[in-house]
């Protein structure tokens, strides 16, 4: 069964670089795409990014350079870093398994991690 | 950055069938298959339907998805309480070369 769980500091100032880890159980994260997307209160869902099996990455243009996603297989996590955050980048972070195959339309975001809520403010 | 068009909102009674829709274009529901996720009430998304129509082991089969062109559909038959939730699309573009969420519907169930 694979599991998922987010963790990282829940609060924020405004310039401050978000980290977050996702720590993956029952499978190899070198064998499959790990993408990061968010909620922010009340609204939809962003993607914000992935990773492959390869170890390539590939991240939503609209958040300006800011993300960088990197694993750590000997400890079998994936995580984010986001740079210069805002209040606008209060949300709830998920890790999701995205699949293993190489083209998008044969992937799909299953399981998701629970979530965790980050709050920027100053 | 909502490109894939939801109804905000939809609702139906217990037992009756409910229809939601995502629109696109052609370079992201017209060349990839669609997604479909269901969002408990403070809970993470999961998958309801993948590649458009078919559906994880778990999930009733009263949940169906189709696409025809740049458009797709969730029905949900036998409308239950349970069911009241959050629903988003899901699909590739191959030009911005990003995953594209709809705005997300909510279901009530009356």
């Known amino acids: 069964q694979v599991q998922l769980q987010e963790s990282g500091p829940g609060l924020l100032k405004p310039s401050e670089t978000l980290s977050l880890t996702c720590t993956v159980s029952g499978v190899s994260i070198g064998d499959y795409y790990w993408s990061w997307i968010r909620q922010a209160p009340g609204k939809g869902l962003e993607w914000i990014g992935y990773m492959s099996y390869s170890g390539s990455t590939n991240y939503n243009p609209s958040l300006q350079s800011r993300p960088t996603i990197f694993r750590d297989t000997s400890k079998n996590q994936v995580s984010l870093k986001l740079g210069s955050v805002s209040t606008a980048d209060t949300a709830v972070y998920y890790c999701?398994?995205?699949?293993?195959?190489?083209?998008?339309?044969?992937?799909?975001?299953?399981?998701w991690g629970p979530g965790t809520l980050v709050t920027v403010s100053s | 950055q909502s490109v894939l068009t939801q109804p905000p909102s939809a609702s139906g009674t217990p037992g009756q069938r409910v229809t939601i829709s995502c629109s696109g274009s052609?370079?992201?529901?017209?060349?990839?298959?669609v997604n479909w996720y269901q969002q408990l009430p403070g809970t993470a998304p999961k998958v309801l339907i993948y590649?458009?129509?078919r559906r994880p082991s778990g999930v009733p089969d009263r949940f169906s998805g189709s696409k025809s062109g740049t458009s797709a559909s969730l029905a949900i038959s036998g409308l239950q309480s349970e069911d009241e939730a959050g629903y988003y699309c899901a699909a590739w573009d191959d030009n911005l070369k990003i995953w594209l969420f709809g705005g997300g519907t909510k279901l009530t169930v009356l």
């Open positions: 052609s370079s992201n529901i017209g060349s990839n298959t």
């Open positions: 999701a398994r995205e699949g293993l195959y190489y083209y998008p339309s044969e992937r799909w975001f299953d399981p």
């Open positions: 590649r458009n129509n």
